[in-house]
């Protein structure tokens, strides 16, 4: 079992910048490949970025590329999502995930473990 905790969610005015971190408990965080996703209401979860157990693989929707970036921290149990440029469009919860296969995937179906979610809230 993998225990995932988000943080760092909050209100931020537009073209601003948000952090959020995942902190990971109960197994072995470099055996997970890791990714964030959010989620509006009445709408599916739409994935955003995806990290292989190195670091070494990283993959992001179209709608955040160049503006948010994954990161691992393998030592710190912690994967980090950092979000810049941020729109009203971006409000949302924010999930993290973790995943037992050794591919990093887009798909929500492919990961195994969730966290409870965080709020952002991008003002315009």
């Known amino acids: 079992q993998v225990r995932l905790v988000e943080s760092g969610g909050g209100l931020v005015q537009a073209g601003g910048s948000l952090n959020l971190s995942c902190a990971a408990s109960?197994?072995?965080?470099?055996?997970?490949?890791m990714g964030w996703f959010r989620q509006v209401p009445g709408k599916g979860r739409d994935f955003l970025a995806t990290?292989?157990?190195?670091?070494?693989?990283?993959y992001y929707a179209n709608s955040v590329k160049g503006r948010f970036t994954i990161s691992r921290d393998n030592a710190k149990n912690t994967t980090l999502l950092q979000m810049n440029s941020l729109k009203p469009e971006d409000t949302a919860v924010y999930y993290c995930?973790?995943?037992?296969?050794?591919?990093?995937?887009?798909?929500?179906?492919?990961?195994?473990?969730w966290g409870q979610g965080t709020q952002v809230t991008v003002s315009s």
């Open positions: 109960g197994r072995t965080f470099s055996d997970f490949t």
């Open positions: 990290i292989s157990w190195s670091g070494s693989r990283r």
């Open positions: 995930a973790a995943s037992s296969q050794l591919q990093p995937r887009a798909d929500a179906g492919w990961y195994n473990y």
